[in-house]
């Protein structure tokens, strides 16, 4: 049985995790994976500012969660209903999370994990917020936040961008870890 996993970037401390290995090492992942993209986002951005810092994310992000997943075991992913890439798009059981995740947010709680059961199994489910002024170079207001060179990128790389207009503390997507069998 296929076990999904969506996690956070910033997990709550003292967060519960059993039943499967998978569970037990998702958090471990996707803080391996995080740490690799957070460290070149930074480095490109310090070399080459906010424009050379997008091909990270189109390029190098994919390929640190097939290498990072692929040394688990498992599929790694990111999830949003307000994609970049197509590929990112959250499917409907994910889109249902993300609506609840917000609707906490919207109510002032922070979003709490949550763990479903879907024809695959368990679902253990957390969000991912926007967590610093780093994210809003590219992911903020196109008004305030974004540099109009790194727009201009942006949108010559993401004709079809939804990924804007986020401010620190609004809900971004998930981080998806499926045990590859």
């Not at 070399?47 to 994310?57: D, H, K, P």
């Not at 190098?60 to 999830?79: C, D, F, M, Q, S």
Request: glycine share 6%; aromatic share 2%; with cysteine.
């Amino acid at each position: 049985m296929k076990r999904l996993l969506i996690l956070s970037l910033l997990l709550p401390s003292g967060l519960a995790l059993a039943e499967t290995e998978t569970k037990q090492d998702s958090p471990a992942i996707i803080a391996e994976a995080s740490k690799i993209l957070i460290t070149a986002l930074t480095e490109a951005i310090a070399e080459s500012g906010t424009v050379g810092a997008i091909s990270v994310c189109s390029e190098k992000a994919p390929e640190i969660a097939t290498t990072v997943g692929n040394k688990h075991n498992v599929t790694l992913r990111r999830v949003t209903e307000k994609p970049r890439r197509p590929t990112n798009a959250a499917n409907k059981a994910e889109q249902e999370i993300l609506a609840a995740f917000a609707a906490d947010i919207e109510n002032g709680k922070p979003p709490a994990p949550r763990t479903i059961t879907t024809e695959d199994g368990s679902t253990f489910v957390a969000p991912i917020v926007i967590p610093a002024p780093l994210c809003l170079q590219c992911h903020g207001d196109p008004a305030h936040d974004i540099a109009p060179e790194t727009l201009a990128a942006i949108r010559k790389l993401y004709p079809n961008d939804q990924a804007t207009g986020y401010k620190s503390g609004d809900l971004r997507g998930a981080w998806t870890v499926k045990a590859d069998e």
